[in-house]
């Protein structure tokens, strides 16, 4: 069985045959205070969606202390590996790959990815969403993301089990936004993400729910601290 614990924004751990993985390690600094980098000593694999701080995250660290292949855009690859990450594995959006745990497979996201270094912006490659198989059950995280017609390829082409979408507005999708997303992509379950870590995202996820049931979709919200069984 494998299982999915929400560790609030939009950081999750992953686990399932094959695979201890986290998803945009935002740990240290982060406001809802579910895990520490300390927790997590058994990873293979850490995936991040773009290079802003609080989706980066912790995966350096992580990385060159666990030995986790850092999954992601091969911008961002290439930053991690500057900074003495020794395991990499760079993709590009469109691009699919048969890991030892399943397929993983780079999508669209629209958004920004950088980070600061001496009082600079240094840009980072294209955002991506991430379509991760565990155990037969494809996991969508949306990343960062606008709403765009790309996710209407998923809900046609991809089998998507669960579908982790933004919901905070103003950096991402609003709750209406990611309702209309959650239709396109037709997923089993959508469990909304990226809220209330700040003021300026402080969207309802009750809300959500009802705008996306109402467009025939299931919601399961997760509080941080969270976990899902699948």
């Not at 094959?18 to 998803?23: N, P, R, S």
């Not at 895990?35 to 000593?41: I, S």
């Amino acid at each position: 069985m494998a299982k999915l614990w929400y560790l609030g924004h939009s950081a999750f751990y992953i686990e399932g045959n094959g695979l201890k993985a986290l998803i945009d390690p935002f740990l240290t600094g982060n406001p809802w205070n579910v895990a520490k980098p300390e927790d997590f000593n058994e990873l293979n694999y850490i995936f991040v969606t773009h290079g802003h701080g609080d989706h980066l995250g912790d995966a350096i660290e992580l990385s060159k202390r666990t030995g986790a292949t850092v999954v992601s855009i091969f911008e961002v690859c290439q930053y991690c590996s500057l900074k003495g990450v020794e395991n990499v594995h760079a993709m590009h959006i469109g691009g699919s790959f048969k890991f030892p745990f399943g397929r993983v497979k780079l999508v669209p996201a629209a958004h920004g990815s950088s980070v600061i270094e001496d009082n600079s912006v240094v840009t980072l490659g294209t955002p991506c969403g991430m379509v991760i198989e565990v155990e037969g059950r494809n996991i969508y995280h949306a990343g960062d993301t606008g709403l765009i017609s790309d996710m209407e390829l998923l809900g046609r082409y991809e089998k998507i089990f669960a579908a982790l979408l933004p919901i905070g507005g103003n950096f991402t999708m609003d709750v209406r936004d990611a309702a209309i997303a959650a239709e396109m992509v037709r997923p089993q379950i959508a469990i909304p993400m990226h809220f209330k870590t700040w003021p300026i995202i402080d969207a309802e996820p009750d809300d959500f729910k009802k705008l996306a049931e109402a467009r025939g979709v299931n919601v399961q919200i997760l509080n941080p601290g969270d976990e899902l069984e699948f």
